[in-house]
């Protein structure tokens, strides 16, 4: 398998928030649930889950957005979407794979509450789920990933 060609970086629509990912992805994954149906305007989101100490932001200063235990990072100026770590998961970002600058690579390995979403619309995921797995199962899949995920 090809290695990674790092660091990446990336940013929002108007240039003003930039951010680096200096270590290789832990997996991809497209989300159908409504919350990100809204947030994206789309069928669904698509991220790239990163290692939280191989990721940084180094323009701008990103506001935080979002209700309850879902805390998302926007760029104040234009309000794109740009990342997320998810609760309780402190090793890990979710990063908007159209933040980055180099991102039609990104196919997602994973979808996931495919019950929410379109019933039109589907990805090429080899594992798909109508709600998420448990926490073992994410393991198993960052496994597989690591040998059979996308590379640039």
């Known amino acids: 398998m090809e ?3 790092l660091p990446w970086e990336g940013g929002c629509r108007c240039g003003a928030t930039r951010i680096r990912v200096t270590k290789p992805p832990l997996l991809t994954m497209a989300c159908h ?12 989101s698509l991220s790239v889950a990163v290692p939280a100490d191989g990721f940084e932001v180094i ?20 309000m794109s979407w740009m990342f997320t770590p998810p609760p309780g998961l402190d090793f890990l970002v979710n990063v908007r794979a159209p933040v980055l600058d180099d991102h039609l690579w990104v196919v997602p390995f994973v979808e996931t509450f495919t019950g ?5 619309a589907k990805t090429p995921a080899p594992h798909s789920f109508e709600t998420i797995p448990d926490m073992e199962g994410w393991q198993a899949l960052t496994a597989a990933f690591g ?5 640039p």
């Open 59 to 78: 323009a701008g200063a990103p506001v935080l957005g979002g209700k309850g235990r879902d805390m998302h990072h926007f760029c104040p100026s234009c």
């Open 147 to 151: 040998v059979d995920g996308v590379r």
């Open 3 to 5: 290695e990674w060609k």
């Open 116 to 120: 929410e979403g379109y019933a039109w």
């Open 33 to 44: 649930c409504a919350g990100c149906q809204r947030m994206s305007a789309s069928a669904y």
